[in-house]
């Protein structure tokens, strides 16, 4: 017989604690539509971070924003830092695998011990501040995991804090810090419903940084956009497009936030051709959740790339896979640019299959009704599901039968939702050997 209690089950201890963080925002969405100018209160979780004293010194924070790229940018400066010696916390959205490794220290996920204890500490004071909210309204879910990522960088005595913000930049938490370094990667007409009606309302959102960062680096696209919106950037570094590179098989974009990340720690006295720090740089590239390819242990190849936009799109690397016979999966809610996507595929000769996925958080809890259009535009043939968001052995099962008997390798194009799926059948049940490219 054992002696004693039994000792708490940490995974479901932070099931509670995922639920706890998450069920004033299930709770109010059905009510909640529109502008997150009008419906976010970032201000009262960062009130509450400032009281626990968890505000960090901007001179140890470096922001990264954008439509596209920014938490491949962020992961990428991340790993420069800690290569260069420094302790670096990264906070990042959203998940990768688990809601735990938006926290990272040094390239280590925090243990859930860790992500328990601080949430712990910080549960009554979500709590107070909840309870006095107006009816409909809900404490913001990113904001408190960055409360929680804040405290333990407090904690371990973080040198830099390299935070990726949510969806805009102006109204969300991370977006609201002041900042030694802000960096902007590409702005795209994306959540147009949440931060427009127009593109000049994103760039707006997403530049509003540079007045709370010591240094601004941005890509020419978005500096461009952000003339057009009018806002002044005189004083912005501008990083231009890494020129085509037949040779390098990573599509353009995430060349572009490898140039940002090489501006950023150069800004942030570092050099990034330091032999430690360029190979920790391509170490990471190599290994971003939005963008990588896979052989299995029986010889297929399989790609993923996060994708919500065409214009995101490397229509030179779209059109070779098109030639060498690749297939593709697409993941995307009527939110995203479906259209522009299918027809990007189709001029690169990869014409898409589409995969409806359905989950218990967020848009996906109304599985195939968030994915009308996707529906529409491809007709029931080449369209698959709904499978759950969490279902491995199914996801594994369409990857080889889009794959077919002769093997053929399959892109998988989509949101991170759909790519943490991906991925996670290819290791769980594919058994595959990451490659670099």
Do not use: N
């Not at 490397?314 to 070779?320: E, H």
């Not at 990007?344 to 958080?361: D, E, N, W």
Request: charged share 25%.
């Amino acid at each position: 017989m054992s002696g004693g209690p039994a000792a708490p089950d940490p995974g479901a201890a932070t099931g509670c604690a995922l639920d706890a963080i998450y069920a004033g925002a299930m709770a109010a969405r059905p009510a909640r539509p529109g502008f997150d100018r009008d419906l976010r209160r970032p201000d009262r979780l960062l009130g509450l971070i400032a009281a626990a004293g968890l505000m960090p010194d901007p001179d140890r924070v470096i922001l990264v924003t954008g439509s596209k790229g920014k938490g491949s940018t962020a992961r990428l400066i991340a790993a420069g830092e800690t290569a260069a010696g420094r302790r670096t916390l990264l906070f990042t959205s959203p998940e990768e695998t688990t809601a735990l490794d938006r926290i990272r220290l040094d390239g280590a996920v925090i243990g859930a011990e860790d992500f328990l204890r601080h949430h712990a500490a910080l549960a009554p004071q979500f709590e107070a501040l909840a309870a006095g909210l107006p009816a409909g309204e809900a404490l913001s879910p990113f904001g408190q995991f960055l409360a929680i990522a804040l405290s333990h960088a407090r904690e371990v005595g973080a040198d830099r804090l390299v935070i990726e913000t949510g969806r805009g930049a102006a109204h969300d938490e991370a977006g609201r810090l002041r900042a030694r370094i802000g960096v902007v990667t590409a702005i795209l007409p994306e959540h147009l419903d949440r931060l427009g009606p127009t593109l000049a309302d994103v760039a707006a959102e997403k530049l509003d940084i540079h007045g709370r960062c010591g240094r601004t680096i941005l890509t020419a696209t978005a500096a461009r956009t952000g003339r057009d919106a009018g806002i002044r950037l005189a004083d912005a570094l501008v990083v231009g497009a890494p020129p085509v590179d037949a040779a390098d098989d990573r599509p353009g974009w995430l060349r572009q936030d490898l140039a940002l990340a090489r501006a950023a720690l150069v800004a942030d006295e570092i050099d990034p051709m330091a032999a430690v720090v360029a190979e920790a740089l391509d170490r990471m590239a190599a290994s971003v959740p939005s963008w990588g390819r896979a052989t299995t242990a029986d010889g297929r190849e399989i790609g993923w790339e996060a994708a919500v936009q065409a214009a995101s799109l490397d229509a030179g690397r779209l059109a070779r896979l098109g030639q060498a016979g690749w297939r593709v999966l697409l993941s995307v809610t009527d939110d995203k640019d479906v259209d522009g996507l299918i027809d990007a595929l189709a001029i690169a000769g990869l014409p898409a299959h589409g995969v409806v996925l359905q989950g218990r958080r967020g848009p996906l809890v109304h599985g195939p009704g968030v994915h009308r259009r996707l529906a529409a535009r491809l007709g029931q043939g080449p369209l698959y599901g709904p499978i759950d968001h969490d279902d491995v052995p199914a996801m594994v099962r369409l990857l080889y039968d889009t794959g077919g008997a002769d093997a053929a390798p399959v892109l998988a194009v989509g949101t991170q939702t759909f790519l943490r799926l991906v991925r996670a059948a290819i290791r769980t049940g594919a058994d595959a050997r990451s490659q670099s490219p």
